[in-house]
């Protein structure tokens, strides 16, 4: 039976103490204690393609094992994107690195929890198992030919009873067709739809203590099994700059401040709310301040912070890392989506990990082989209709090469029907607009090939910059351009 979760059951867990700098100190010594608990060295999960055997087969809990894998893989994140980190992009990403620390898209958590009334009676949980139910599989599903590896949901909200219920859904699909590391709470997206109007993501900036009593939600609902993390901004531009640090400081403290929350992803920006910004404005418009992440992890050395924005490469990821060694990850968004490939080499670069996978891919090819069977797979249970969702995965696949825009163009002509395997059309149209010798062209070229430029624009040259940037600002412009033709196609439907 589901238990209710109330707001005197938050206030009975949230420690009662009258100064922050005392609650501080205690929490500190506290999480310090929990995480000399866990060994870092070896890498587990519920999946073993994955992961190897725990070192003394010290954890004893699914939290545990959780736990571990999030530390393990936090090195390089895959930052939450809407309509972009769908299980299908996170299937493309996961052939190229078996490490990365995937984030799905957000999920609002009145979303998950009120399911379009069509759908409401089909929708029901008989002794801790779901009925087969669209509407979940929709938010939560992941790729059914392999194991996700370490992924994190984000839940986006500020309703407590709300993040309660999503979290047991979630927690109890992780038996069914979803394994998921940790959860996540949006307190950086600056949308007005989100931060005003939805008066969550970057607006309960705000108000740390609801964010923690939130957290505390989440990780009750999701019955003590996995951990929650948060993802928020510097700040906002309704507080004075002399008080930026003080109040990122404060918010984090009240948040870690009962020992649930022990992992942070900061985007190095402030969010604009008080000016109409775009969501892509906001992220360019506010400038970079890694100063102020890396003081974050100097102050506050119990916790682990992953650094999040206007990282554009894999070799600027390293050099970050470097410059920083306790920092715990980088976390990239609009580069992988742009510019996939360019991150094939993550897991030997980013986390020294040189093991042979049977699911990581070498080429391209091998790639579109690979994702074709994810394709077919998902046309089979969904339909037809979703194969534009399926198809947009790999847009960005050769990014940089000659032809990339033809190869977009030709998946974005293919019939929406399924009279041919989609596995088949994909590798048709690939083979019509590359050579073989890009098709086979192994990561560890690509790499050298990029290597190369990124030398050249580190002594002075443009070429990795303009590439890279490039890159990103196509990704950009095609993904405004998606926007506005699904606009045109709303409108239309109503008329």
């Not at 990029?450 to 890159?471: E, M, P, V």
Request: charged share 20%; net charge neutral.
């Amino acid at each position: 039976m589901t238990t209710a979760f109330t707001t005197n059951r938050l206030v009975r867990v949230s420690p009662v103490v009258s100064s922050w700098k005392q609650r501080r100190l205690e929490t500190k010594d506290m999480i310090l204690k929990m995480n000399s608990n866990l060994d870092y060295e070896g890498i587990s999960s519920r999946n073993c393609q994955y992961h190897s055997s725990l070192k003394n087969n010290t954890i004893t809990s699914v939290f545990d094992r959780n736990k571990q894998l999030l530390r393990q893989s936090t090195r390089l994140s895959l930052a939450p994107m809407m309509d972009y980190t769908t299980r299908h992009f996170r299937f493309l990403i996961r052939l190229l690195t078996r490490n990365t620390l995937l984030y799905t898209e957000m999920v609002a958590a009145n979303a998950l929890c009120q399911p379009p009334a069509a759908s409401r009676h089909s929708t029901a949980i008989i002794n801790n198992n779901f009925q087969e139910d669209w509407h979940i599989r929709r938010y939560l599903a992941q790729s059914s030919v392999s194991s996700e590896g370490p992924s994190v949901l984000q839940l986006g909200g500020s309703d407590p009873q709300q993040l309660f219920r999503a979290s047991e859904i979630i927690a109890l699909s992780n038996s069914d067709y979803s394994d998921y590391t940790a959860i996540n709470l949006n307190c950086g997206c600056p949308s007005p739809k989100v931060a005003t109007k939805g008066c969550f993501g970057a607006a309960l900036m705000h108000q740390p203590i609801l964010v923690r009593d939130l957290c505390t939600a989440m990780y009750e609902g999701a019955q003590r099994t996995l951990p929650v993390t948060v993802k928020c901004r510097l700040g906002t531009d309704s507080e004075d700059f002399e008080d930026l640090y003080t109040n990122l400081y404060k918010f984090i403290d009240t948040v870690a401040s009962n020992g649930i929350v022990t992992d942070f992803q900061i985007h190095a920006r402030i969010a604009i709310l008080n000016k109409k910004l775009s969501p892509s404005e906001n992220r360019k418009i506010p400038k970079l301040q890694y100063d102020i992440v890396r003081k974050l992890v100097q102050d506050f050395p119990e916790l682990t912070f992953s650094l999040n924005g206007g990282i554009e490469s894999i070799f600027q990821a390293h050099e970050e890392l470097e410059k920083c060694q306790n920092l715990a990850g980088i976390m990239v968004g609009r580069s992988m989506a742009a510019q996939p490939w360019h991150w094939a080499m993550t897991d030997s670069m980013l986390y020294n990990d040189i093991d042979n996978d049977s699911m990581i891919c070498n080429n391209r090819w091998e790639v579109l082989q690979k994702f074709g069977v994810h394709a077919d797979k998902e046309e089979q249970m969904w339909g037809p209709k979703i194969r534009p969702f399926i198809l947009k995965a790999i847009q960005g696949l050769f990014s940089g090469e000659p032809n990339a825009k033809h190869f977009r163009a030709a998946l974005g002509n293919l019939p929406k029907t399924n009279e041919c395997n989609l596995s088949e059309l994909i590798l048709l149209a690939a083979t019509d607009c590359f050579s073989d010798e890009v098709l086979m062209r192994s990561k560890q070229e690509s790499l050298e090939i990029a290597r190369s430029d990124w030398i050249l624009f580190k002594n002075g040259g443009i070429t990795a910059g303009a590439q890279r940037s490039a890159a990103v600002q196509e990704w950009q412009h095609f993904r405004k351009e998606e926007e506005e033709k699904n606009m045109q196609e709303a409108a239309r439907s109503f008329l």
